[in-house]
């Protein structure tokens, strides 16, 4: 802090050696203007990153508002606006602690003046004051605040000094449409015409007398006036933007009128701060799209970018609300290319292209990501509303699979192959044991069929007859008690309970099954949906990508009726319409949504213009309603009324999914052919076996008999 008061005491020093004050007349202006600046300043920007911005290097003003800074500033820029927006030379810019010492030229230097010209690491609010002065110069200071992006910043304090002629020019210029707090100094004509001769008799001395200490200049007078008529002439108007006074529109008031004798500033009434409470019927500009539950309406016409007569949804009862507390009305109008914005080469389109604009003061509901949030104030108002995959409701599995299904495939295959190794195992031991001691030969048909016949718990006679052999087969037969008894008890519960198929979940479910197909609607594809996909680097969102078709809902739904198919649709959508046109009395449909919602982004809201000045207050009342849960209530209250409004709107011509297990009144589940149908097709299998074996058995023995 002490290198920054340094630093302004040093560039103080540079301002006044450069033109000596002069006159005690014109330097009591001087010095009324800038203890009123210093009451802001000291009131309302202590700490705050403070800009000054003057016409010329030679303004007394300047100096005046520069001494007075001292401690308040965390960090500084004093710029002189018409080199600038010239971009010749910038002349003496002054920015950082302790010193001065960039020099920048050209376009370059305009550049790295605007990348720092409001941002410091260490402040949190920013303070501008524009000396106009030399009104000459007016133009450039307002064109440098268009280039510099001050209506970004619409929470910058913004102390203009200039001549009353100026006031509604400056407070109601372009670049400033979205600043909320802006003061005007407007000083008397009559002063004016002292600066003008105090400049010229400075200059003079300056060219006479270099080098002279700023105190050898003070007391100087250029005009020796009566002191009553210098009062008179030294009045100081003090006018405020005001943003919605004007029937909602922006105008300029008067706040105070300052003398000599009395400089003080009216702090508590200087700034409106009440003005974002009433509006004053001030109209919000809207561009929309359909998508219920946030955004419903009908068109009034057929033409592009028409008003709408709004439909219950979130946003309109949130219009509702902030008409009611802020006083103000909504313009409506359908998004003319129906889109929510694509960017090439920093330019938007559609709705993102309104804001980048600034046709519109709000949009929604959308989403956000890097590049929409560089033209946009993104506000969070929703629940996110996520993707669903709607496929075949699940179905009974086939019947006659009933006998294999208790194990899983590799189940099969492991019980499978124990059969063979313990079987040729046990004939294994048999072969070296009857080496050994000389004893009845076991045959691997044998054992094979004893392993075989063990687990169907009818072996037949144990053909072994060492120690070592009846070893093996305990420990056969007790690996068969355990699996037998897993086989019987599963098959029970799959002969009694029908299966069901696994309708797919996820993604990746998708990618996983052989000769399904997938499809989206052709709206869906649009925004952050469509950078989702494109953008995404797991290679199972690009399969889906690549293989996914875009079509209308009732051809997909009449698609994933006929099985092997999936539709990918939001959930808030696609709930409505399949529980409302899609479901019978008792609430029944052949389709299945899954429980695994895929989050496409993270949030959903409106848009606000860059530099909105209404953001803040908006973003304070859907808070509000956010955190009483009000927002869910209503989302909940909307979906329900919808599923109801169109159901009895809509035709009731589709068929519902049936069970075919036969119910009774006892609860019983009766065992028929079809639970059964599985071990018949066993003992055809099998006697298809035994004659294909007899048959060549018997061509065998033919071609094998002696002729």
Known sequence: MVALKNYIKAMAAIVVNAVPLVSQEVGGIDDQVGV???QVVERHLTGCHLVLITTSRHSHVSSSIIRRWNGDMEAGVIVEAGPVTSQDQLDHLLQGQDQLDHLLQGQDQLDHLLQGLWTDARTTCRGLVLDLTSNN???HILEFLEMSGLWKLPETVVIAIGERAGVRAVLLHHSLRNTVHALYLALHHAFYLALHHASVY????????ASLHISSHFGTSVAQRPKKQAESSSCVLVYRRCLYCNTGEPDVQLVHRCFPTSPTLPMDHLFHAEQ????????IKFSSMIFFPYMDYRSNNNEQGSSVTLVDSLNTRLFLDFARR?????????????SWGVEKAGKFSGMMGQLQREEIDVCGPLAPHNERIKVMEFLNVYKADMMKIVSLKPTSLPQHLSPIRPFSGELWVALLVSVVAWGTTLWLQQRVWQWSVVG????????????????????????SVSSSGRVLVGTWLVFCVVMITGYSSSLMAHLTIVGKTTPPETFEDLVSRDNWKWGIESYILNGVVILYFTKHSDPVVKEIYRKMEALTITEALEKVKKGGYSFLSMNYFISITVASRYADKYGQTPFYISKNEIALFISFGLGFRKGSPLFPRVEQLVQRLEVSGIMQHWTDELVAKRVRDEKEAAQQDHSVLLDNTTHHDDGQVKLGIQHLQGAFYIIILGYSVALLTLLGE?????CSSPQ
Request: aromatic share 6%; proline share 6%; net charge negative.
């Open 36 to 38: 009123m600046v210093g």
């Open 137 to 139: 110069n007016t133009s």
């Open 202 to 209: 400075a200059i003079q001395v300056a060219l006479h007398t």
């Open 276 to 283: 974002f409470h009433n509006l004053l019927g001030h109209k």
């Open 326 to 338: 802020l006083n103000v009305s909504f313009e409506v109008q359908e998004q003319p290319e129906h």
């Open 440 to 463: 009845l030969r076991v045959e691997l048909s044998a054992a094979l069929l004893y392993s075989w016949g063990a687990l169907l718990q009818t072996p037949p006679t144990v053909p």
């Open 698 to 702: 018997n061509l065998a023995h033919c």
